[in-house]
């Protein structure tokens, strides 16, 4: 089974600063993908980037950058140019391919509330 | 994208009822899942409904209390039995429509609360 931890359970900044959220998972699977979900109070859940782990270069989404780091299996989301906006709890989560093109379920970690002052 | 609705978005109910909470995709999908949300907690994983025979249970989940349903490729619906005050959640179905996309998406989510 996999784990999924985000150490940070809140996080301030100023807008416009940078600021990056950290993750780190546990799995023995060697295909996989990571996520970074965002979920503001309206509670529905909008993925803002993904990554393959079978990628080297790190996903990017405008303002949203990851740093995947494979071997020491950690994926860190950054979010430049921070708007309020942003404000939300991020959530880290994992995913593991099934057979005949399936899936397994996400595995969450705890997330992280992010809140940019004006 | 595939565009989920929930329904109820809310409800409240009493102590030892059941409700059934629908989901619908806007397309036919490979898998479906649905997850239980705590206050202030995380999300997790109650169970992956199989369309045409039973669900998959997680630990912690059994069938007599989230009995699940998905009769065909765009549909399901969890029930949640016997309702006590600890059931008090945000029910999220999501769907993963295949591999072609490698992603899951999310259902607006059904808050309820038992009292």
């Known amino acids: 089974a996999q784990t999924v931890t985000q150490s940070q359970p809140e996080m301030s900044v100023q807008e416009a600063e940078t600021v990056t959220l950290s993750c780190t998972y546990d799995t023995s699977e060697s295909n996989y993908y990571l996520f970074w979900y965002k979920q503001p109070p309206s509670r529905q859940m909008i993925l803002v980037i993904r990554q393959e782990a079978y990628k080297q270069q790190n996903a990017t989404e405008n303002r949203f950058s990851v740093n995947f780091q494979k071997a020491a299996k950690s994926f860190s989301l950054k979010i430049s140019d921070s708007q309020l906006g942003d404000t939300a709890m991020y959530f880290c989560?994992?995913?593991?391919?099934?057979?005949?093109?399936?899936?397994?379920?996400?595995?969450f970690g705890k997330g992280t509330h992010l809140i940019i002052q004006p | 994208s595939a565009v989920i609705s929930q329904k109820p978005s809310r409800d409240i109910c009493q102590r030892g009822t059941s409700l059934t909470i629908q989901c619908q995709v806007d397309s036919q999908v490979t898998m479906m899942f649905w997850y239980r949300q705590q206050p202030g907690q995380s999300l997790t994983l109650i169970a992956t409904a199989n369309q045409g025979s039973e669900a998959t249970y997680e630990s912690g989940f059994v069938i007599d209390k989230f009995p699940i349903s998905r009769p065909n490729l765009t549909f399901s619906t969890l029930t949640v039995s016997n309702m006590s005050p600890e059931d008090s959640s945000i029910y999220l179905c999501?769907?993963?429509?295949?591999?072609?996309?490698?992603?899951?998406?999310f259902g607006p989510g059904t808050r309820l609360t038992v009292l």
């Open positions: 989560a994992f995913m593991k391919p099934a057979g005949g093109g399936g899936a397994d379920g996400l595995t």
């Open positions: 999501s769907v993963y429509p295949g591999p072609w996309h490698n992603e899951q998406f």
